[in-house]
């Protein structure tokens, strides 16, 4: 069975920076990408960023593609977000995905989620 488990958020100042992990269970080659999503009540999922797996191509969302960078552990297939000069307006449940589908920004084209691990940016 597929499990995403992501860990590292938590309360960071702004300014500050944060590298979120995703744990992955039951990977698969066909799956075409990877990614990191957040959310914050009553908007729709967002796109942070994404890798196709079989490329290594990857893609930022335009809002924050100058303070974040997605990277992944072949060996473990664990997925990364470093954070880094973190804003209030960065404040969200981020989400781990898989099994995604072009474009590899696009949340409704994913089968897999994790549970999410929330980023609070406070002072």
């Known amino acids: 069975e597929v499990q995403l488990v992501e860990s590292g958020g938590g309360l960071v100042q702004p300014g500050g920076s944060l590298r979120l992990s995703c744990a992955v269970s039951g990977y698969r080659d066909s799956w075409h990408c990877m990614g990191w999503f957040r959310q914050v009540p009553g908007k729709e999922r967002e796109g942070v960023a994404a890798i196709l797996v079989g490329t290594g191509q990857i893609y930022y969302a335009d809002s924050i593609k100058d303070r974040v960078t997605i990277s992944q552990d072949n060996a473990e297939r664990t997925l990364f977000l470093q954070m880094n000069n973190l804003t209030p307006e960065d404040t969200a449940m981020y989400y781990c995905?898989?099994?995604?589908?072009?474009?590899?920004?696009?949340?409704?084209?994913?089968?897999?989620w994790g549970q999410g691990t929330q980023v609070t940016v406070s002072s």
């Open positions: 995905a898989a099994d995604g589908g072009r474009p590899c920004l696009e949340s409704r084209r994913y089968s897999y």
